[in-house]
């Protein structure tokens, strides 16, 4: 008796072989109980991987929160490379508005290089006449009309602000208890 | 709000749902393959970083799933090919529930690095593969899609996956 090739066997217990190919093996192994035993034994694999299948116990909001930051930094940080806007903001934008996008760029470097000064004043943005943004010792500070409202961080030690040239401000940090990553940006309408 | 900033704007909220959508799959799809917290968390990053990049390829939302799971893939096959570590480093086992004794947690950790130890062995490709056909249970046809190779190959990937397993398992078993 001509028994199939181990690949067979290893594909019908998975349900992965050709039609032909698979009336052939059911054929066989109808009367052959040693190629049925390597069958079963193929398809126990199965249940040893499905633990593969569950996560580890982590963390996920915690995970998910530090990962949705970084994709958002490495985003702005190819940005910078680049030197260019994305395909879909260049075909909105226009060949006008290029050229805007490009002095956004700059300036958001120049702010860049403003916040790491080493004795850095407040970084402040104003959007209008009548409204600012500003970085403070506690938060995000918006002042119009002689109104201030003032975002709170958290409790960190180290808050890492920036200014876009879009009049916008952010403020990123890590709480010191819980590990959590907060991403704070407020636009100035 | 000046009108200006309304299509950023509205760009990066379409980035940021297209990741909130998509993250926890990703995650899992990659985790399966290179099995261990810390790669498959920079992997993720990866792989979304690339995709977003490409802002044209998300216009269909489903076609931009597929093609992210594509990335994904390849991300974590590039990966395992780059570095072929002897050895993963994986977080600490905690608790799943508080019914969980140690013995258990210990049976658990155990359970995994068995298994780890076992898809080693495979090839980046053929360890791909057996992952998105038993594990996530995708056709082949799918697979093959993933992997950008035949469907041929893909069974090829996925019997040779197969039977090296099994020794693995037999052998340490014995």
């Not at chain 1, 996920?60 to 702005?76: F, H, T, V």
């Not at chain 1, 952010?170 to 407020?186: K, L, Q």
């Not at chain 2, 570590?85 to 140690?102: H, I, N, T």
Request: some cysteine; hydrophobic content about 40%.
């Amino acid at each position: 008796m001509t028994h199939p090739s181990e690949s067979d066997l290893a594909l019908y217990a998975g349900n992965d072989l050709g039609w032909f190919a698979r009336r052939r093996a059911q054929h066989h192994l109808a009367g052959c109980r040693q190629c049925r035993d390597e069958v079963e034994g193929f398809a126990s694999l199965r249940d040893e991987l499905a633990g593969r299948n569950e996560l580890p116990a982590l963390s996920w909001n915690r995970l998910a929160a530090e990962m949705k930051a970084n994709i958002r930094l490495g985003l702005a940080a190819g940005e910078c490379v680049r030197g260019e806007p994305s395909g879909a903001a260049l075909a909105w934008m226009g060949g006008g508005r290029a050229v805007a996008a490009c002095a956004s760029v700059m300036a958001l470097l120049a702010a860049g290089l403003f916040i790491e000064r080493p004795s850095p004043p407040a970084p402040q943005v104003t959007a209008s006449d009548s409204a600012v943004l500003r970085a403070t010792a506690n938060g995000i500070e918006l002042n119009q009309g002689g109104q201030t409202l003032s975002l709170l961080d958290g409790r960190s030690d180290k808050v890492t602000y920036s200014a876009g040239a879009q009049g916008s401000m952010r403020a990123r940090y890590v709480d010191s208890d819980t590990g959590n990553v907060t991403i704070n940006n407020v636009y100035v309408q | 709000m000046s009108e200006a900033v309304e299509p950023s704007l509205e760009l990066r909220e379409r980035q940021n749902r297209f990741v909130s959508d998509h993250l926890r799959r990703i995650f899992a799809q990659i985790y399966r393959i290179v099995g261990n917290v810390a790669d498959a968390q920079d992997l993720t990053q990866e792989a979304f970083i690339k995709a977003l990049q490409r802002q044209e390829q998300l216009k269909d939302e489903q076609k931009a799933a597929h093609w992210l799971s594509r990335i994904a893939t390849n991300t974590a096959i590039d990966f395992l090919r780059r570095s072929r570590r002897a050895a993963f480093v994986e977080m600490d086992v905690k608790a799943e529930s508080q019914d969980e004794s140690p013995e258990d947690l210990l049976l658990r950790s155990e359970q995994r690095d068995f298994l780890e130890d076992g898809l080693r062995l495979l090839t980046a490709r053929e360890r791909a593969a057996l992952m998105l056909r038993d594990v996530e249970g995708l056709p082949a046809e799918e697979v093959a899609r993933r992997l950008n190779c035949s469907k041929a190959t893909v069974r090829s990937h996925i019997a040779n996956a197969r039977i090296k397993f099994r020794r693995y398992m037999e052998k340490r078993k014995a």
